[in-house]
């Protein structure tokens, strides 16, 4: 890989704040570094910690933006696309029962199948379904891959603007030009080529502040700052995520758990190396996360402990979210032998 345009300040940038720890018997083994950010809807940030400025790849975490091109290009009016349907678009799903009878009823409800998805096959995550798909003697298709739901409004998006699904992801295919032009108007950033790369599902994914994803998911969670037509679509997308969080991720999920026990006051959703995003939609507060090594476990962490300080959760809340803030670290034996916590930079006092 070239490191053509990588300057000497992106190798001793000032180092972020230890967000977690993991603890291996009595000793501290690893620490993780990263940054995070608690907006509103107008940029003004509620807490934070690290380089909030540092552009970062948002990965999966960002689906819900990048499903704003259904609504930009009219595919959800076209096709009448149902909630189940707008939140596997969201999805980052774990290849369960659930999740591949979904996806093949979206594709085929946009008159489409299985070998237009160009997102790649890989197996599901989720080890019950792995097991049952390699007892069944057959082998994963694209309709495993965790981002096939959001894949499929991709190809709806396609159909809606009357243009090829051929290359759907590629950069400057139509697709991915409405989905990049949609980001661009919620973040209120311009979204360069110079911080653009390939995501694990073949799709541009674009870099930027940190403090624009946690302003951005604001902007969605209130309507501030978007056209008419970006808020209704917004809340239409959050609505339908939140409440059908089984289809964004899966059993045992923290994404699916924490949305199912917020009841609809919070969106939340993860993304490779260390992201995780979301909105308190009642506060109409944002945030965004990165843990500088990608660690995703330690990210769990984070996130559950950020929110334990600033979503205000009822009993019920702070029990799943304290599950996820103490992440078990097993061994081959299945013996406890570690854990990972956030430390108390994660736990910010507002005023």
């Known amino acids: 890989m070239s490191l053509q345009g990588i300057t000497e300040a992106d190798f001793f940038m000032d180092a972020n704040p230890i967000l977690a720890e993991l ?37 999966s975490a960002v689906k819900s933006m990048q499903a704003m091109a259904l609504v930009t290009s009219g595919a959800i009016d076209k096709f009448d696309l149902t909630d189940e349907e707008l939140a596997l678009s969201c999805a980052s799903h774990q290849g369960e029962d659930v999740h591949i009878a979904g ?45 096939s739901g959001k894949h499929s409004g991709m190809l709806a998006v396609a159909e809606a603007l ?17 989905v990049r032009s949609g980001i661009e108007t919620i973040l209120h950033e311009p979204l360069n080529t110079d911080r ?33 037509d970006f808020a209704r679509g917004a809340r239409r997308i959050f609505d339908a995520a939140t409440s059908h969080p089984e289809l964004v991720g899966g059993t045992g999920n923290l994404d699916t758990e924490v949305m199912r026990a917020f009841g609809g006051r919070l969106m939340q959703k ?27 476990a330690a990210s769990h962490a984070m996130v559950a402990t950020l929110l334990l300080a600033i979503a205000d959760p009822d009993a019920a809340q702070e029990h799943v979210l304290k599950r996820f803030a103490v992440q078990v670290v097993r061994n081959v034996r299945g013996l406890d032998v570690g854990l990972i916590k956030a430390t108390a930079a994660m736990r910010p006092k507002l005023s």
């Open 23 to 59: 603890v291996r018997g009595n000793w501290v083994e690893n620490r993780y570094r990263g940054a995070f950010v608690v907006s509103d809807a107008q940029g003004n940030v509620i807490a934070s910690a690290g380089d909030i400025d540092r552009p970062v790849f948002p990965r």
């Open 103 to 147: 996806v093949t009823s979206y594709l085929s409800h946009i008159g489409l199948g299985i070998s237009d998805l160009e997102c790649g096959a890989h197996a599901p995550t989720f080890g019950p379904a792995r097991e049952k798909l390699r007892d069944s003697g057959q082998s994963p298709s694209a309709v495993h891959n965790n981002c």
């Open 162 to 178: 009357g243009v090829s699904t051929a290359h759907y992801v590629d950069r400057d295919h139509a697709v991915q030009q409405e």
């Open 196 to 228: 653009c790369g390939t995501d694990g599902c073949s799709i541009p994914t674009w870099a930027a502040p940190l403090r624009q994803f946690a302003a951005g998911f604001a902007r969605m969670a209130t309507g501030e700052g978007l056209p008419e």
């Open 270 to 296: 993860g993304g490779a190396e260390g992201v995780q995003c979301g909105a308190v939609r009642d506060k109409g507060w944002g945030y965004a996360l990165k843990v500088d090594d990608g660690n995703m």
